[in-house]
C-alpha cells in the first residue's frame, strides 16, 4: 500500500528486489542439488521399506516413524510448557522487571548452548539419571530442552502483540482472566503462535547430535517409546559420513526429510487456523 | 482483570521449569569440568603453548577465537540480509511470492545441519579452494552459518514487521512518506524488540553449531591470520575428540564446554545491555 | 456437525461447549497410540556401543543374527571406540565396539576380532604424483615439504589433512611413521572417512589417509582418488587380507570377561563364515583366523 513515491525510493526497490532475489538462489541452489542427487532413488518402496544393507537399500519406513515419535514427545512437553512461560512473562511479568530480565536472559543463554552439549547431558540427565535408557523419550525430552528458547522467544513476541484495547474490552466486561486468554488473547496471537509451533518443530526435526546420544542409532521399527529409534537427520548423517556409497540414500532421505517439513507445517497452519475459527464463531 | 490461584501459579510453574533447565546444564557441565579445573587450575587454558591434551598441554585461546569470528561474521552477515529479505517480503514482494518466499525460509529452518555442511564441503569449499587453498577455513564457515541463520533471522523479522500497528502505516501515508523513508524511520524501529530478540537467538545458535563448521572450517588449532586459514570452534573440537576422549581428555572437552557457555553469556549481557539503551 | 451450546459458567464467562465427535475421535486415538508407545517391551536384549567405524557392520551383522534367533533383538549405538570400552566396564552395556587394538591398561577386558581394515594415503586423481616414499610423507605431515614440485609435481602448496586426535586411524599412522602429533603441522583436521575423502574429491592438493575399504569403494565407483603403495605394496583389501599390507587395525568386539548367552551366540556368529559377505560388503575384510 506504500507506494513508490521518486526515483530515490525506485532505487531501494531495486536494490532491494536484487538481494532478495541473490538470497533466493543460495538455498534454492543446495535444494536443487539435493533434489538432482535424491529423486532417481525415491519410490513409494522408499517409504514403506525398512533401511538393508547399512542404509545403502530398502528405505526409510521405520526412521520416518522413529522421527515422528520423537517430535511428537518434543511437542508435547514444548506446547504446555513453552506456551506456560510465555504467557506467564507476558501476563504476569513487568516487562522491565528483574523475572522478565533473568527469566529472558537465561532464555537466550540456553539458545547458545552447543547441540552436542544437549547430547551429553540429556544422555546424563534422561537415559542414565532417570534411567531411561537410548529411547524415544530421551531424544524427544532432550529435543524439547533445546527448542524451548525459540519457542518461548517467538510466542512471547506473538502474545505481546495483543492490542491493548482487547484487555480494555475484557476488564470492562468483566472477563476473568483465564477466559481473555483462551477467548480472545490466544485467538489473537494464534498466527505468531503457529510460527513458533513451526520454527520450533523445523529446529527439532533439524537436530542430529542431540538424537545420536539419546534416541540413538537403532534402525529397527520400535516396539514403544522406551525403545531406541534413529531419526531422519541422524541417517543423513550416518549414510553421508560414515558409510561409503551411502550419499544417494542420504540426498533421498533429505528430500523426505523436506518433505514431512512442508507437511507438518501446512497442518500446523491449517489446524490452528480451524482452531482460531472454531473459538471464533461463538 | 480478576485471576485464578490455579492459573498463575500453573504458568509460573511453568516459566521456572524453563529456566530451570538451564541451571540443570550448568550444573552438569560444572559438575564434569570441576575435577580437571581443581587439578590445573583455570589460568592454564589461556597460558598453554599448545592444544595437544594427549600430553595434557590445553590451550583454548585459538578455539575460543575461532567461535567467536566465526558467530560474528555469521551475524553481521546475516542480520541486514535477513532484516533485508523479510522487508522485501512484507513491503514489497506481491503477496503470492512472498508467500512463497516464506514457506521456502520455514522449509530452510528445517533442513539439518549435516545437509548445509555437507553442501559445503562439496560446493563452497572447492570453489574457495581455486581462490586459495585449502578452502575449508574460516570463511567456508562463516558463510555456512550467515546461510544456516538467516532464515530464522528473516523469520522472526518478517513476525515482528507483522506486528507494527495499522495505524503507523496510515499515518504515514497520510503524511507523503516515500516507502522506504517509512521503513526506515517507522517500521524498523518500532520493530527493533523483536528483530534484536531474533537475531540474538540466533548468535547463540551460530555460537553452538557443530555439524556444519565441523565439516566446512578445517579444524585446524590455531589463531587465524586471514579468512582464509582452518580454524577449529570450540564446538566442532568438542565433537572431533569427545568420542575418542578418555579420562582427562574428556574433562578439557567439558571445559572447553563451559567456557562457550560463558561466551555466549557474556553476550547475550552485551545485546540485552544495547537493547536497554535503545529504549532509555 | 459440531453442536455449540452457549452457557454462562460461574465466572459469568461465555463458556463454548462443543460436541464435536470427530474432536473426540482424535484425542481417544492420540491417548491409545501414545500409551500403546508407552508399555516397554519383552524380548531378550543385547545392547553393543562404540566405534562409529564398526557401527553399520555391527547393525547388518545383529539384523542377520536376529532372523536366525527371533527371540532376541541387538541395539547397536555410537559413541565411539573409547565409549564402547567404557560402557562395557561400567556394564552399560553388553558388548563394546572398538576399532582398535586394546590398549596396556585395558587387558582386564577381552578381544574378539571381527574384522579387519587397512589405512591407506590417497591423492586427488589430477594429481601427477604416483609414488611417495616413506620419508617423503613424513616430511610432508611435519611440513618440511610443501610443495608437490618437490616431488617431481606442479607448482602448487600441498595440503596436508590428518585425523583428529584420539582416533585410532591417527594413532596407527603415527606409529607406523614413527612421528608424534606435536610435530604433525596439518591444513586440515577431518573426524571421518568420508570426510577425508571428500576434502581430496574437492581438493586436487590434498593428501589424506583413510580406510582402505572406504577408498577402495569410491575409487571404483568413479571418484577422482587414487591410493597410494605403502612401503612398495600396493593399498588394496586383498593385500590387507593377505597380510601383507603393513597398515591394518583389528575391528573388535569388546567383553568385560568370557562372553555368555546371546553375547557368545552374537559373537561366534560375527566371526564365523555365515558373516564373511556381510563384511565385505561393509569394505572390510573378515577376520579368516577363526
Redesign the interface.
Known sequence: ??????R??RL??LF??A??LI??A?????LW??LYQGVPHISLDFLLHDPIDAGRQGGVRSILISTVWILGVCLVVTL??????A???N??VLPRSRSA??????????????????G??GY??FAVYLGMGFSIFSGGLSLA?MV???F???AE??L??C?ISY?QA??AL?????G??RQILLPSAS??VA?AI??S???A?????VLIFTAGYVTRLPDSMWDSGRS??VH??DL??NVPGGMDN?SAT?IV??AL??VM?SSILFLIKRWKNKIQKT | ????FW??N??????W???A?????LF??VNESLPLIQRIGLMRFFTDE?W????ELYWLVPMLLASFYMAVGAVILATP?GV??A???H???PEVLAKF?R??L???????????G??G???I??WI?QWM????SLLAGIKVLT?MI???VA??TD??L??I?ITY?SA??AM???????IRRISLPVAFP?IL??V??Q???A?????AV??VS????QIPSSLFQ?V?T??AN?????????GE??LALFCS?LL??CL??A???L??YINRNQHA | MPSTTVVKDK?NDIKTNIKGENMKRVLSLSLISLLWGCSPSHTDKLILTGS?TIAPLAVELAYAFEQLHPEVEIDVQ??????GI?DVRLGLSDIGMASRELKPEEQDLQAHTVAYDGITIILNSENPVTKITDEQVIAIYTNQINNWSALGGPD??I?VVNK?????TLELFLHYFKIK??QVI??????DNQ?GI??VV?????IAYVSIGTAEYESQHKQPIKLLSLGGIEASTATVKTGVFPLSRPLNFVTASTPSGWAKEFIDFSQSVQAHSLIINQYFIPNDAQ
Open positions: 500500500m506504500l507506494s513508490l513515491t521518486n530515490r525510493d531501494y526497490a532491494i528486489w538481494m532478495a538470497v533466493a543460495v538455498p534454492l541452489m543446495m542439488d539435493l504446555p510448557l513453552g506456551l506456560g512461560c504467557l506467564y512473562l501476563e504476569f530480565h533473568w527469566l529472558g536472559l537465561s532464555l537466550d543463554i540456553l539458545s547458545g548452548v552447543p547441540s552436542i552439549i544437549f551429553l547431558f546424563t540427565l530442552c524451548l528458547p525459540l518461548i522467544r517467538t513476541q506473538a505481546r502483540a492490542p484487555r475484557a476488564v468483566n472477563i476473568s482472566h483465564q481473555f486468554i498466527d505468531g510460527v513451526i520454527l518443530t523445523g529446529r526435526l533439524a537436530e542430529t547430535a531422519l537427520s543423513i548423517y553421508a559420513m542420504a533429505a526429510l523436506v517439513i512442508i507445517n | 482483570m480478576r485471576s485464578n492459573l498463575f500453573s504458568l509460573k510453574l511453568a516459566a521449569l524453563s529456566a533447565i538451564l541451571l540443570l546444564i552438569f557441565l599448545s595437544h591434551p594427549l600430553s540480509l533485508l529479505v522487508i522485501f517480503g513491503y514489497y514482494a518466499y514457506a521456502l520455514e522449509l530452510l529452518s528445517g533442513i539439518p545441519s549435516v545437509v548445509f555437507l553442501w564441503m562439496i560446493v569449499v572447492p579452494v587453498p585449502p578452502g575449508a546461510i538467516l532464515p530464522l523469520l522472526t513476525a515482528a507483522k506486528r500497528p502505516m504515514a501515508i507523503g512518506l516515500s516507502r522506504w523513508g517509512t523483536g530478540s531474533g540474538v537467538l548468535s547463540g545458535r555460537l553452538g553449531e557443530t555439524m565441523l565439516m578445517g579444524n585446524v588449532v582452518p577449529r570450540l564446538t568438542i565433537a572431533l575428540e569427545m568420542s575418542y576422549a578418555m581428555h574428556r564446554g562457550l557457555l555466549t553469556i553476550l547475550v549481557l545485546a540485552s | 465466572n562409529s555410537m559413541g565411539g571406540s573409547s565409549r567404557n602448487q602448496p595440503t583428529a586426535e584420539g582416533h585410532s602429533n606435536t596439518p591444513d586440515a583436521v577431518i573426524g570426510q571428500k576434502t574437492g581438493n586436487p592438493w590434498a
